[in-house]
């Protein structure tokens, strides 16, 4: 699966076609332009407040914003934890032992 961060989907939709500036998008959405600049660098995640905003102003979905999000965040996370530093609960089936150690 391949996914994108947020920021490199603003600038290939809107920030690049249309010729938006950081300044002028961080204006139209009230938030910092180093957060503008930093979600375009891929620096900065995108929060449930900057999706709302997005939402309004670009008209794209506020959960599409927060699905790109999460997808790429479980991306990268997936790539960074090693699956052998962590120990799995073995749960039974059976109701009166939940789990084995």
Same mark, same amino acid.
């Given at each position: 699966? *391949?996914?994108?961060?947020?920021?490199?989907?603003?600038?290939?939709?809107?920030?690049?076609?249309?010729? *938006?500036?950081?300044?002028?998008?961080?204006?139209?959405?009230?938030?910092?332009?180093?957060? *503008?600049?930093? !979600?375009?660098?891929?620096?900065?995640?995108?929060?449930?407040?900057?999706?709302?905003?997005?939402? !309004?102003?670009?008209?794209?979905?506020?959960?599409?914003?927060?699905?790109?999000?999460?997808?790429?965040?479980?991306?990268?996370?997936?790539?960074?934890?090693?699956?052998?530093?962590?120990?799995?609960?073995?749960?039974?089936?059976?109701?009166?032992?939940?789990?084995?150690?």
């Amino acid at each position: 699966m *391949i996914t994108m961060h947020p920021g490199e989907y603003l600038s290939l939709s809107y920030v690049e076609p249309y010729k *938006i500036s950081s300044t002028e998008l961080s204006e139209r959405l009230g938030l910092p332009e180093q957060t *503008i600049d930093g !979600l375009l660098k891929k620096e900065v995640e995108l929060t449930a407040e900057m999706a709302v905003r997005f939402e !309004l102003v670009l008209g794209r979905s506020a959960e599409s914003w927060l699905g790109m999000q999460t997808d790429h965040s479980l991306m990268q996370a997936r790539k960074k934890v090693d699956p052998g530093t962590v120990r799995p609960f073995a749960f039974s089936s059976r109701q009166d032992s939940v789990w084995q150690a």
